[in-house]
């Protein structure tokens, strides 16, 4: 187990991970018996008739794969304060809510110490290798993180976002500043219980430190650019509470006041270099590092649902790289981007074969396979990833698809796809997370002439309509001509090349595609939506699918429609 505490030692991260990762299949027996012998008088391995099996081989026989769904009944005893050994053989402290924006409401996950663990574990591993590529000295990140409430449950656990147990751990802290980068924001502005006031505060706390801060980092994408276009808005206000040594007053909860007060002096030559910059910006090109003068990269998750983002990211970041964070979820951590210099979308992540058991079921043709095991899979390959971890997750189906890129030594290297659920889908066509992307890409070209970009996007299945047909929603940074956006849904129609799409369309199986242009700030309501319902903005993705179970969003998005095109592509 790597150090926790004490001096960070990178080259001895490196070298535990060099040989954990040679010799990975034992090191996956060795993680199964080792989570199996934690946990195997529970009441769930034990009804399966496991009988304190710890082999790979007893384990799938008795053991099934099961979802979230299958697992909810167990894990709500937990929430309702059953302390008995249901998952896992020490009592549960901590639950974990999943963001909630693919279902349309929050799942209740186990956490507990050893998730803990793998969470330095993968922080240390991914900087060790990103340090020394992109070396940091002593410094601060500006870090736009931001925990929510943590509330009890019924049965008197914890309960918070992953991020927020995270955030809310010592362990965590300790990490952070063995690696040179403390967050410059107080605990009060990461706590805040407003998000918009949090988020201001981050702000200005990274302009007080600017000639400090090393790096810019978020958990997502989305929320890096979030940040910036909020400081489009506000920067001239920021420069006052610089220049004057006074906070304003758009800040009201007394506990970030009152830390924000310790750190804020009158500085008006600070003031006046930040107003010289962003005056002299053509249109916010490379303000990150005008703002930052010592950041070395930005650091975020980049690829999967947040690749949307990556090109207004890149305006802000100018020519700084973007490096592209861990793979995980809110079950748990899986792989660590050892790989910091490849191109961001090139991104792949390498597993860590001793923070779970991991089984992949092969995707070919819709058809699923029998899973194989970590060091079976073959290169080029699509998988569904298949967890097993210390918090009471047995088989657990993540929901995600992965293409193996290659092998670091012989663990694999995993590029991030999809998640499995289809998002649209009417009759016979099936369009994932990733058609739905390229289709918006290709029509968003359109829009580059007039200098326009797509905000952020989802879409609907609507079935309200004989035949049905599919909803794109799409929130723009200006006023586009009619004309270009009947050629951008004309264009989206056209781009969904699946071949149930297509034959529906020719057949009028599935009816025109509708493009609906949304008011400005849309999706700042729909994420305040998710802030009211208890969710972190870390954990923010906007959801690029909106069925009938996530109503209040699909509510949003309708009655915010500026305008309205229907596709004629498929016009005879």
């Not at 009944?73 to 901590?94: A, C, E, N």
């Not at 569904?384 to 009471?392: C, S």
């Not at 997750?393 to 890129?405: A, E, F, P, T």
């Not at 694999?412 to 992307?437: A, S, V, Y």
Request: proline share 5%; net charge negative.
């Amino acid at each position: 187990m790597l150090e926790k505490f004490g001096e960070f030692n990178m080259e001895n991260v490196i070298e535990e991970f060099e040989a954990m990762t040679s010799d990975a299949e034992r090191v996956q027996r060795e993680t199964l018996k080792k989570i199996l012998e934690q946990n195997g008088s529970t009441e769930y391995l034990q009804n399966l008739g496991l009988n304190g099996r710890t082999d790979p081989e007893s384990f799938k026989a008795f053991v099934p794969l099961v979802t979230h769904k299958d697992m909810d009944p167990y894990i709500q005893r937990i929430v309702d304060g059953d302390s008995s050994p249901i998952l896992t053989g020490k009592p549960v402290t901590t639950i974990s809510l999943s963001s909630g924006t693919t279902q349309g409401k929050p799942k209740f996950i186990p956490f507990n110490e050893e998730l803990m663990e793998n969470t330095v574990q993968i922080y240390q591993t991914s900087f060790a290798f990103r340090n020394r590529e992109f070396p940091i000295g002593n410094g601060k990140a500006l870090q736009f993180i931001y925990g929510s409430k943590q509330f009890q449950t019924k049965g008197g656990l914890a309960a918070g976002t992953a991020t927020t147990n995270v955030y809310r751990c010592s362990k965590f802290k300790d990490t952070m500043k063995q690696m040179q980068s403390p967050c410059c924001s107080p605990d009060e502005v990461i706590f805040g219980p407003e998000f918009h006031q949090s988020l201001y505060c981050h702000l200005l706390c990274g302009l007080i430190f600017s000639d400090e801060v090393q790096l810019v980092s978020s958990t997502f994408a989305h929320s890096i650019v979030l940040a910036f276009r909020a400081f489009e808005l506000f920067w001239e206000e920021l420069c006052t509470d610089i220049r004057d040594g006074v906070l304003s007053s758009r800040i009201t909860v007394p506990s970030i006041r009152a830390a924000m007060s310790k750190l804020l002096n009158p500085n008006p030559e600070l003031a006046d270099s930040v107003y010289r910059k962003c005056s002299g910006l053509s249109n916010w090109y490379g303000l990150i590092p005008a703002l930052f003068p010592n950041v070395k990269y930005i650091y975020g998750t980049m690829t999967g649902s947040m690749e949307p983002y990556l090109k207004k990211l890149r305006h802000y970041a100018g020519d700084l790289p973007l490096l592209s964070a861990d793979y995980g979820a809110s079950e748990g951590w899986i792989a660590a981007n050892v790989n910091p210099k490849v191109p961001t979308e090139l991104t792949t992540y390498v597993v860590l074969p001793n923070i779970g058991y991991f089984e992949f079921i092969p995707v070919r043709d819709s058809i699923e396979f029998k899973p194989v095991g970590l060091t079976e899979v073959k290169l080029g390959e699509e998988y569904e990833v298949v967890v097993t971890n210390f918090a009471g997750l047995y088989r657990y189906r993540l929901g995600d698809v992965v293409k193996v890129m290659g092998f670091h030594n012989s663990t694999p290297e995993l590029k991030f796809l999809c998640r499995t659920n289809l998002l649209l889908n009417i009759n016979i066509d099936k369009i994932t997370e990733q058609d739905l992307q390229i289709s918006v890409e290709e029509a968003a070209k359109l829009l580059a002439a007039e200098k326009l970009e797509v905000v952020d996007f989802s879409s609907h299945a609507d079935l309200s309509t004989d035949p049905g047909h599919y909803v794109i929603f799409w929130e723009l940074s200006g006023e586009a001509s009619q004309e270009v956006l009947s050629e951008c849904c004309n264009c989206l129609d056209k781009s969904f090349l699946d071949a149930g799409y297509m034959s529906s369309r020719k057949i009028n199986g599935i009816g025109p595609l509708e493009l609906r242009i949304l008011q400005k700030g849309t999706f700042q309501k729909v994420l305040n939506h998710y802030l009211s319902q208890g969710s972190a903005v870390n954990q923010f993705k906007a959801p690029r699918c909106v069925g009938v179970n996530n109503s209040k969003v699909l509510q949003i998005l309708c009655g915010n429609v500026a305008r309205s095109f229907t596709s004629t592509a498929y016009d005879k």
